[in-house]
T-cell receptor, first 115, second 112 residues
Framework: DTGVSQNPRHKITKRGQNVTFRCDPI?????LYWYRQTLGQGPEFLTY????????KSRLLSDRFSAERPKGSFSTLEIQRTEQGDSAMYLC?????????????FGAGTRLSVL | DAKTTQPTSMDCAEGRAANLPCNHS???????VYWYRQIHSQGPQYIIH???NNETNEMASLIITEDRKSSTLILPHATLRDTAVYYC?????????????FGQGTILTVHP
């Protein structure tokens, strides 16, 4: 069990550019979650997958955001035409299922800075 | 998911017990109480969770009141490394539940 892995750890981009983040969940975890955290706030839910199916999307996930989990393993989160307001920590979590005993384990996050 | 209320910040002396309160007066019967903490620049770390009975693990104890409207996370012997933001979260169980809803949390500072 190597934990949830996120890459890159840091990303600096210019406004208007596209960025993509990757999340590798804990092996055999069928649920994968994306959260966003801005400075001084708690993490906010963006979306989650069960296997390859995207089951819920937050209203925070504008049309510029897209997430995929094509084979039910790793996931990518893409932001198109980045804006300065997209600057945040993007966190990924995974769990074995939805029951209370199936804890969500978080990765270290990808910190995005949009200049 | 029910809303939670936590103090903004707390202090604790190293070696003493840290008792972090959480109010969740609108909790419903099938909702669990989870605690996570987040050390600066890291992802949230799971601590403990419970439904109605008190729980203990190697990290902490969780005391839930009989009416389930509030709970307390206890770190029995706080160390400097326990300085972090602590989040109390209420979440339902079952396949229809997914996300965790984080509030602002409590900033715990452990002093030497």
């Amino acid at each position: 069990d190597t934990g949830v892995s996120q890459n890159p750890r840091h990303k600096i981009t210019k406004r208007g550019q596209n960025v993509t983040f990757r999340c590798d969940p804990i092996s055999e975890h069928n649920r994968l979650y994306w959260y966003r955290q801005t400075l001084g706030q708690g993490p906010e839910f963006l979306t989650y997958f069960q296997n390859e199916a995207q089951l819920e999307k937050s209203r925070l996930l504008s049309d510029r955001f897209s997430a995929e989990r094509p084979k039910g393993s790793f996931s990518t989160l893409e932001i198109q035409r980045t804006e300065q307001g997209d600057s945040a920590m993007y966190l990924c979590a995974s769990s074995l299922g939805a029951a209370a005993k199936n804890i969500q384990y978080f990765g270290a996050g990808t910190r995005l800075s949009v200049l | 998911d029910a809303k939670t209320t936590q103090p903004t910040s707390m202090d604790c002396a190293e070696g003493r017990a840290a008792n972090l309160p959480c109010n969740h007066s609108t909790i419903s019967g099938n909702e669990y109480v989870y605690w996570y903490r987040q050390i600066h620049s890291q992802g949230p770390q799971y601590i403990i969770h419970g439904l109605k009975n008190n729980e203990t693990n190697e990290m902490a104890s969780l005391i839930i009141t009989e009416d389930r409207k509030s709970s307390t996370l206890i770190l029995p012997h706080a160390t400097l490394r326990d300085t972090a933001v602590y989040y109390c979260i209420v979440r339902g169980s079952g396949t229809s539940y997914g996300k965790l809803t984080f509030g602002q949390g409590t900033i715990l500072t452990v002093h030497p």
